[in-house]
């Protein structure tokens, strides 16, 4: 066992402090496990159909596409924070920028995966890019989020190749440099593929004129959803971010970023939640008052089938929209370590809860006189494959923390925050 | 060759809900028998018959049964523009919305923008019990697992129809050669198909009566697939919620 120590701190950066060997695999043990079992239940669908899903006909999207694109909106720190770097030269941000690719990474790579068990023919899945439709948001959203997969491993390489022992290859050294000097280009590469795939995530839903609950009016061939996903995603990806940094440092008891770092965070997202938030405020009102009725449908009679109540609308822009954006805008709440958190957490959630309503509630609701409010319950297979992608996302985030340079102010920070 | 603009007028006064327009259906274009697990949910039906009640008890109740299947929409076809590999047009020369399931990636994305629930997902292998095979029609391609289907207007017998119009050297379908299954097998005559595109038609006519109706009409979706009641409570069921919810209840 001391072999396999001291062979793993070889990999490890020199003037870091990490958890012993045996501590860390046995806090892998767990996630390998649930990967595993979400591993098995991924296989029963792929193999027996999607017959193993509570998924129906009236149900067509369910957990799958919900956590989809919610991952795929928090995962939005890392073309924001690239673009805020490179582009906008936000230099106090370079402190997040390496960990803000590997989440990203793997948020997108976790929900492409998903996707794949998602679709009824995953073997087809290149009929997209041979017979794409223009028309249609869901091959943007296809071509995109590829081509966004592809610029967040060529950024993940060279954070890959600072690896201590990596980088004692001489080709690997060349090749990271070569790759470093291109990212700036693939910052900005990502966040125009983001802003468009970000967006036809919203344009999903909102060009289905069939499900007025979820159509939206907008500008040129994009429904405002478009607009307001872009945004929320832009909002959230950056408290998302604050929220992995300070986990990780309450998981490993050390201070890994300056507190400014956070506070920076917090204040974009404040700002950009505020506009948000203004932004959604003004889409309902023209959708209740115009978009709605003109289609036939009196839009408060989607708010008679409970639990989905007026509180669910209230609730995603008042208390996750309003509140954590005057809580991260306000100098007082902003530069406390609690209120900063709770507010990032809000956001977040907010995030989910506007995702959970355009993809579960707008399925749930009636269309025709005749129709019922349907329910919709994941089968097992569906929770414990979505659990594959939070056990890999840990597992990758854990090998990447352990062995990889992603926080560069942690060696000139380099102390404890708690005892441990 | 003229444009066509097929489509039908069901008439729900006549319709007794006897499900006879399923069953051709199903037979006609091999659908396969539920699977052991299937729910109502899980099925395939492209044509299904949806008992509706006015809610009321006693004397006062009335029910009408309606023939569901996809409405052909004209207009801003919901399906179509979603489809990422396109598997489903309107096909310009009949109006018919055709899928192709050979090439859907059963995304699904079109299930969700239907607004009438006409699409249906092959959540399990399509299994025929030892023999019944032999009712297979020939002239349809039985859809695999994972992949999206639905009404397509017998299409079928469209190609037969203009297959044999072309060996007799004529250019127009002879309307009498194409009649999908539900119509013929309808015992009541509830359901009048043909061309909307020719005025003269009987089909065009019962949808300009003031007693036809489409579903969801305001969506702007056009679709080509119309109803006719003298019922103004039945005429009703073509707005969303124009009868409060407690008044129309599913059968």
């Not at chain 1, 695999?25 to 595993?36: G, I, K």
């Not at chain 1, 300056?258 to 948000?276: K, M, N, P, Q």
């Not at chain 2, 019922?231 to 969303?240: D, F, G, I, K, T």
């Amino acid at each position: 066992m001391a072999s396999y120590a001291v062979a793993d701190r070889r990999w490890i950066e020199r003037g870091v402090e990490r958890t012993s060997t045996l501590r860390f695999a046995l806090w892998l043990v767990p996630w390998a496990l649930l990967l595993a079992l979400g591993v098995y239940a991924a296989g029963l669908c792929l193999r027996f159909g999607l017959n193993q899903t509570n998924m129906d006909n009236r149900f067509p999207f369910g957990l799958w596409i919900f956590l989809d694109l919610s991952i795929i909106a928090l995962g939005a720190g890392a073309f924001f924070t690239g673009f805020l770097v490179y582009i906008l030269k936000f230099k106090e941000l370079k402190a997040v920028l390496n960990t803000a690719v590997v989440v990203g990474f793997i948020c997108y790579s976790g929900a492409v995966g998903i996707l794949m068990i998602d679709v009824g023919q995953p073997l087809r899945a290149w009929f997209t890019f041979w017979h794409p439709n223009t028309h249609s948001m869901l091959t943007e959203v296809t071509f995109c989020i590829t081509c966004y997969l592809v610029v967040l491993l060529f950024e993940y390489i060279p954070v890959l190749l600072r690896n201590r022992q990596l980088r004692r290859v001489p080709s690997f050294l060349i090749f990271e440099h070569r790759l470093h000097l291109l990212v700036p280009v693939l910052a900005a590469v990502g966040t125009l593929l983001s802003f468009f795939h970000q967006g036809s995530l919203g344009g999903l839903y909102g060009v289905l004129r069939g499900r007025p609950f979820a159509f939206r009016e907008g500008i040129a061939i994009w429904p405002s959803t478009f607009f307001l996903f872009i945004l929320s995603a832009i909002a959230a990806g950056p408290s998302f971010l604050l929220l992995i940094t300070s986990l990780v440092e309450k998981v490993t008891g050390r201070k890994l970023v300056e507190f400014s770092v956070l506070c920076r965070l917090g204040r974009i997202s404040g700002l950009l939640t505020a506009v948000y938030v203004a932004a959604k405020a003004v889409d309902t009102l023209a959708w209740l008052n115009r978009t709605s009725p003109s289609l036939g449908f009196a839009p408060w009679e989607f708010y008679s089938y409970k639990p989905f109540g007026t509180w669910l609308m209230l609730a995603e822009i008042v208390l996750f929209g309003l509140v954590p954006a005057v809580l991260l805008l306000h100098p007082k709440t902003a530069s406390r370590r609690g209120w900063l958190i709770s507010a990032a957490l809000l956001v977040c959630g907010g995030i989910l809860l506007n995702r959970f309503i355009l993809t579960v509630q707008t399925l749930a609701l009636p269309t025709l006189a005749f129709d019922e409010f349907v329910s919709y319950l994941p089968s097992w297979q569906e929770v414990a494959s979505f659990g594959a992608v939070v056990a890999y996302g840990v597992i990758v985030y854990s090998l990447s923390y352990r062995y990889l340079p992603l926080f560069p102010q942690e060696k000139r920070e380099g102390y404890r925050v708690s005892g441990r | 060759m003229k444009k066509r603009r097929y489509g039908m007028v069901i008439d729900l006064d006549r319709c007794t809900g006897c499900g006879a327009c399923s069953v051709a259906c199903a037979a006609e274009n091999n659908v396969p028998p539920a699977a052991p697990r299937a729910t109502e949910r899980t099925g395939i039906t492209p044509l299904r018959v949806q008992p509706v009640s006015n809610g009321a008890s006693g004397p006062a109740r009335r029910e009408v049964f309606i023939p569901l299947m996809c409405m052909q929409c004209g207009e801003h076809t919901p399906c179509v523009s979603v489809c990422p590999q396109q598997a489903v047009e309107v096909d310009s020369a009949t109006g018919i919305v055709t899928q192709m399931p050979q090439r859907c990636l059963g995304c699904r994305y079109c299930m969700t923008a239907c607004p009438y629930h006409a699409r249906y997902f092959n959540w399990w292998d399509p299994e025929w019990p030892a023999g019944m095979e032999k009712t297979l029609n020939p002239g349809v391609a039985t859809r695999m697992r994972g992949v999206v289907e639905k009404c397509n207007l017998c299409h079928s017998r469209l190609h037969a129809a203009e297959d044999k119009a072309a060996a007799a050297n004529q250019r127009e379908v002879n309307p009498a050669d194409y009649v999908p299954a539900c119509v013929e097998a309808c015992p009541t005559g509830a359901i009048l198909f043909g061309d909307l595109a020719d005025e003269t038609s009987a089909v065009a006519r019962a949808a300009r009566a003031p007693q036809a109706f489409r579903l969801l009409e305001k969506l702007g979706t056009e679709p080509k697939v119309y109803y006719r009641s003298n019922r103004p409570w039945v005429r009703a069921l073509a707005e969303p919620r124009t009868v409060p919810a407690k008044e129309v209840q599913r059968g």
